[in-house]
């Protein structure tokens, strides 16, 4: 057999007239050259021709002179007895099929003896089972109108009884091919009718009468060798092998990137070799853009083609390399590889030749991925980080560029992503400082020292004020008045009137300049936090700069500018200043001043008292005494806000009893709300990361379905601080009673807490630091020795700085440490193949190694089909199970004569009668292991 591609995709049509039907549109002399220009026009490479009630052998071999170049298989169009105005039916009949003898068959035995109501080609029809009957005996597919079609299976027996649906599932078994007349009809038949019957391929052809409408409403493509066997081919991959649009997916992929599929493969011997005692190698063999299966019996020569591959496409894994290396090929003094040189073509019709001697070089450009058995072994046994990072490097291939940012890698992604996240958790930290600064502040005052401390003060000042009063002046009786005293009287009054009022306007001033102040200091509080917020304006103003040049975006887009009122405080300050200074020169003004003029008052009043008679005298030194006695009362008694006056300890005493607790309670669960929202930050930062695998994770789904056993991400809020109990410890003062405290088991009660804690559920964790809170909550009266940094020790306990998010890779219930070396090569290879998102070829030296069947087919054999529809894959395999359940494009089977050394290549499709009969070989007779073994070998 000559090496070829194997199975390609082309165009088919599977129903076709000709001017040999009865209702054909052109019957002139040239209708078969027209017809042929037509199919070629279309890059149509095989046709059925299916005419009515006739196979046509000169029709068909005039055809086939026309044309040599496309693929013409005998059939016919029938109309069957089944529904209400006749099924049509068409047969398609193997290409080789002797036609003189199908023909005179089909005439003796269908048209002569089964026909019905034959006086017509309006009325003829067949019983179904004498139509299948044919078929089979000579060896014929058939194909059945469907879905919108005229004449097909859901027009003519309909739903209306549970004897139609049998009859349409009895015709369905005998079928082959479902014909459809549109493209949706494609959906309904994967959605409701593909669900009850076996599936079967959905083709859509052209039904043309006449080569001057030749006008398929869709594409027919059919990846196969373009033979009868391909066709066949199709019944068993009916998704996998059929597809009816404008172009398939990977071909419209290989089209497009024809730089990175290799198009053939070359090796032979130089002219003037070293050693001309044997020839390895003589080969040149054209390479599907799909799958290529390296099959053939141990040391037949499949790793040396994998080899030459890799070192072709300067990958840099050569040194794993089984052949090509300096024990074997290229072993001294012989070195046979000098001898030879390789050459590989692209799609793109570039050349790279390459001596099989010359070493690698480390800053080549790889343009494939080549895995050498010997690779894979070494990455899977690695115990350090090495097969975590080749497994980083597959997952950051996968996320899309537009999500990478500056990234360079799995990590700086991670970094970038998360930076939000922990700008939130410095936020909330210095929050959780100011408030642990006021919860420690109320715990001094929950404590009963506290308490008595403040009654004590109370006491001591009613004592002083019970003692003031003791203290207060004798009273002195008015002196009676004499009638000439009254201007005294008069003057007396009006001097202490203007004395009052001033008294009460330098208080009024007074307090006046005290609220000033207190603005003052408000305003410039508020300045403060404005200067920081213009720093870290201004910081990320910078960074939006760097955006703007970095991306060249418009920066008219993003003019903002940050609009304060500092102006408009800063202008308050100085108003305020202005009228502080005005205040304070109403009262200290030498001349004017409410001081100046007091002063000025109580003089003239001294000196008229002096001029009053020794009563008077003794009177008014009472009342200035008795002034002076009650402004030392008032401010024994004070106010809430006077500290040391009996007012300010009652409304202590009052609000420990009725406010304290209620503050601090808020308190506690404002700080327990900081908590939980950090640990929400937590779980959105490994929602972040999950994020990152989430849709490699979907792809994993997609390929192994439910597995048990299957390959998962998990990311995992966890403890990362492995000193955690000692950090703890080193907080708690060791000298005094209490939990955790004075105990040879301390360390280990906290260890044991710590375990009891599953810190990746929230209120276990809430119930955790609430623990660690009791260490201080439970003895609040001995705290400050207890727990001498207590702030420091909220701050750790609450801040949550000892909680973070781990990320497992598991196969099933274990993680990636508990596999075995050859279930990491599994996982190694689902990256590779699966989720990848290069596009140059992958070579793969036989992946199925320590693997049992089953994991192949459930784990492995997804991937590969996978990858397939994205690159070119090159799996070298000593089990040609993988390419029947792969469904492998083209075969390529070695083997070597032991005598002269020389190794050969023979390619082509699975559908091969000769490739089969290699692959059974290959398996010593045997039939492969998995499901499609009875289809493919059959």
Not at 300 to 326: P, Q, V, Y
Not at 489 to 512: C, P, S, V, W
Not at 809 to 824: A, F, N
């Amino acid at each position: 057999m000559s090496n070829n591609r194997g199975s390609e995709w082309n165009r088919w049509d599977l129903h076709l007239h000709t001017a040999s039907s009865y209702d054909y549109k052109y019957k002139a002399d040239d209708a078969d050259e027209l017809l042929c220009k037509a199919l070629k026009d279309n890059k149509i490479k095989a046709v059925a021709i299916t005419d009515h009630f006739i196979i046509d052998k000169c029709r068909i071999e005039n055809l086939r002179s026309i044309a040599p170049e496309i693929v013409f298989f005998p059939g016919v169009e029938l109309r069957t007895d089944k529904g209400a105005n006749n099924l049509h039916l068409i047969l398609i009949f193997p290409d080789e099929s002797d036609l003189s003898t199908l023909s005179a068959d089909f005439d003796a035995i269908m048209l002569r003896q089964k026909a019905k109501s034959k006086d017509s080609n309006e009325t003829i029809y067949w019983e179904f089972g004498d139509i299948v009957e044919f078929a089979n005996d000579h060896n014929g597919l058939i194909s059945i109108h469907a879905g919108r079609k005229t004449n097909g299976i859901e027009k003519e027996i309909g739903h209306a009884l549970p004897v139609k649906d049998a009859i349409k599932s009895d015709i369905a078994d005998k079928i082959h091919f479902f014909e459809v007349g549109q493209k949706r009809d494609i959906s309904d038949y994967e959605q409701f009718v593909f669900k009850e019957i076996e599936r079967k391929p959905l083709i859509m052809c052209s039904d043309s009468h006449s080569p001057n409408e030749y006008s398929p409403k869709e594409a027919l493509w059919i990846k196969a060798e373009l033979t009868f066997s391909g066709l066949k081919q199709c019944l068993y991959q009916p998704q996998e092998r059929v597809f009816i649009g404008e172009i398939p997916p990977v071909l419209d992929r290989t089209n497009k990137n024809k730089q990175s599929n290799i198009s053939s493969i070359s090796c032979f011997r130089i002219e003037s070799p070293i050693n001309d005692d044997s020839e390895w190698f003589k080969f040149e063999l054209p390479l599907n853009p799909s799958m290529v299966a390296i099959i053939g019996n141990k040391g037949s020569g499949k790793s040396a083609f994998s080899d030459i591959i890799g070192h072709l496409c300067n990958c840099s894994t050569m040194e794993s390399a089984s052949f090509l290396n300096a024990k074997r090929f290229r072993k001294a003094p012989k070195n046979y590889a000098d001898d030879y040189e390789a050459a590989l073509i692209w799609l793109d019709g570039k050349k790279d030749v390459k001596k099989l001697t010359v070493s690698q070089n480390s800053s080549s450009i790889e343009n494939a991925q080549y895995l050498p058995q010997k690779y894979i072994e070494d990455v899977c046994n690695d115990f350090g980080d090495v097969f975590q990072k080749e497994i980083d490097k597959v997952i950051f291939s996968y996320v899309d560029k537009s999500e990478r940012g500056d990234a360079q890698n799995l990590d700086d992604l991670i970094r970038i992503k998360s930076k939000p996240l922990e700008i939130q958790f410095q936020d909330e930290r210095i929050k959780l400082q100011e408030i642990n600064e006021i919860i420690i502040k109320l715990e001094a005052k929950k404590t009963n020292e506290y308490h008595k401390k403040i009654e004590e003060h109370l006491k001591k000042a009613e004592e002083i004020l019970e003692r003031h009063d003791k203290s207060k002046p004798k009273e002195v009786t008015k002196p009676d008045q004499q009638e000439s005293d009254t201007k005294y009287k008069e003057k007396l009054e009006k001097l202490n009137q203007e004395i009052q009022e001033k008294k009460d306007l330098i208080k009024k001033a007074t307090d006046k300049i005290a609220e000033i102040n207190s603005l003052i200091n408000d305003i410039k509080i508020v300045i403060a936090k404005i200067s920081l917020l213009q720093t870290q304006f201004g910081e990320v103003k910078d960074t939006i700069s760097d955006l703007i040049n970095k991306y060249k975006l418009n920066e008219t887009d993003f003019v903002f500018e940050l609009t304060t009122p500092q102006a408009i405080l800063e202008e308050l300050i100085i108003k305020s200043e202005k009228e502080k200074e005005e205040i304070q020169a109403s009262i200290s003004d030498e001349q004017k001043g409410f001081s100046s003029q007091l002063k000025k008052a109580e003089t003239e009043k001294e000196k008229l008292i002096s001029s009053a008679n020794v009563e008077e005298k003794i009177y008014q030194k009472y009342l200035s005494d008795l002034s002076e006695w009650n402004d030392k009362r008032l401010s024994i008694i004070g106010d809430k806000d006077t500290e040391e006056s009996i007012e300010y300890y009652k409304n202590e005493l009052d609000y420990i009893s009725t406010k304290l607790e209620s503050e601090y309670k808020a308190l506690i669960e404002e700080r327990y709300s900081i908590a939980k929202r950090l640990y929400n930050g937590i779980t959105k930062l490994s929602k972040i990361y999950q994020s990152i695998y989430t849709p490699i994770q979907g792809e994993i789904a997609k390929l192994l379905g439910d597995l048990e056993d299957g390959v998962m991400f998990h990311a995992e809020v966890f403890m990362k601080d492995h000193n955690l109990s000692q950090n703890i410890l080193n907080y708690i003062n060791q000298r005094y009673n209490g939990k955790y405290g004075r105990s040879h088991n301390s360390l280990q009660e906290i260890e044991a807490r710590i375990k009891e804690t599953d810190f990746g559920n929230e209120d276990s964790v809430i119930s955790f630091v609430c623990d660690m809170e009791n260490v201080i909550t439970s003895e609040l009266e001995s705290a400050e020795n207890r727990v001498p940094k207590r702030q420091e020790f909220y701050d750790f306990i609450f801040g949550l700085k000892y909680i973070g998010v781990n990320f497992k890779l598991r196969m099933g219930k274990r993680s990636l440490e508990e596999l075995s070396p050859g279930e990491r090569g599994i996982v190694l290879l689902i990256f590779y193949l699966a989720l990848s998102k290069e596009n140059k070829p992958i070579i793969i030296d036989q992946p199925e190694d320590n693997l049992d069947n089953q994991s192949v087919y459930s784990k492995l054999v997804p991937c590969i089909c996978r990858a397939k529809q994205k690159r070119q894959v090159i799996i070298v395999t000593h089990n040609p199970n993988i390419a029947v359940a792969c469904d492998a494009e083209q075969i390529v089977f070695c083997e070597k004569n032991s005598d002269s050394n020389e190794i050969r290549y023979k390619s082509g499709a699975i559908e091969n009668p000769i490739i089969r009969k290699h692959v059974v070989d290959v398996l010593e007779g045997t039939m492969p292991a998995f499901d499609l073994r009875r289809l493919k070998y059959d």
